[in-house]
């Protein structure tokens, strides 16, 4: 599973980078457009946050074929590193994801809503497919389903391209998702930090805690023993 975090905050993509094991950053013009900040040096700080390593998948935001394409070119040349181009599953965006990845740019098809927009994006050759899936369920759909749909077509067809799922608001999500198989994630930092929570690990560790300290006093560690 590659976990990636959907955010341009900075702080908390530093927190979650510190943290988690975090193979890369996805946005989206509504992601960036809540730091209220210049493009620029949104991208210029999550790359100096992840390193060149890690993916940074940045989306166009043209509605036709050639600019999408010279949006795609201009990014890869700013972002640098682990670069990943995200398009959108329009009739335009599928032509530049096709023209993308016959020059060789690493895609993440973009706004899929159903298996088919995913199977022709992956034919059409793109690497990551990121089907909504909080916005299929807010609609009576069902995300996992289709996100299990893709992963089928995916082998069926013998296609390299994997899921990326996206668009969470719950950890349930997170794990019906990663049942069917789909290769990567792409989560808010709010719903991220929710993944490893739970009651019982706090007051387990709490406990362990309390009876270390009765037993050889406050502040001791291991360190202090042996
Ligand atoms: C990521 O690729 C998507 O743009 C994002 O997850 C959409 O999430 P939302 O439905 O919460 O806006």
Not at 23 to 28: D, E, I, S
Not at 53 to 73: C, G, N, P, Y
Not at 129 to 146: E, F, M, S, T, W
Request: hydrophobic share 45%; glycine share 6%.
């Amino acid at each position: 599973m590659l976990y990636m975090i959907d955010s341009a905050n900075i702080e908390a993509i530093r927190r979650c980078v510190d943290l988690y094991p975090v193979a890369g950053v996805t946005t989206n013009p509504t992601i960036v457009s809540r730091e209220h900040r210049p493009l620029a040096d949104i991208l210029k700080d999550i790359r100096a946050v992840i390193g060149d390593d890690r993916m940074l998948h940045a989306q166009v935001s043209a509605s036709d074929t050639e600019t999408m394409i010279a949006e795609a070119h201009r990014l890869n040349e700013f972002v640098g590193g682990e670069f990943i181009v995200k398009v959108p599953v329009s009739a335009p965006g599928m032509k530049a994801i096709r023209l993308l990845s016959q020059e060789g740019m690493r895609v993440t098809a973009t706004a899929i809503l159903s298996a088919q927009q995913a199977l022709m994006a992956a034919v059409a050759g793109a690497e990551f497919l990121a089907p909504y899936i909080n916005r299929l369920d807010n609609i009576g759909g069902d995300g996992c389903k289709v996100a299990a749909d893709i992963v089928h077509l995916l082998k069926v067809h013998q296609l390299p391209a994997k899921v990326l799922g996206a668009s969470f608001k719950n950890v349930q999500q997170v794990q019906d998702l990663a049942m069917s198989g789909a290769q990567s994630v792409t989560v808010a930092p709010d719903v991220f930090e929710n993944l490893i929570r739970h009651p019982l690990t706090d007051s387990g560790l709490a406990q362990f805690h309390a009876d270390w300290e009765q037993a050889f006093g406050e502040g001791k560690t291991i360190l202090d023993m042996l």
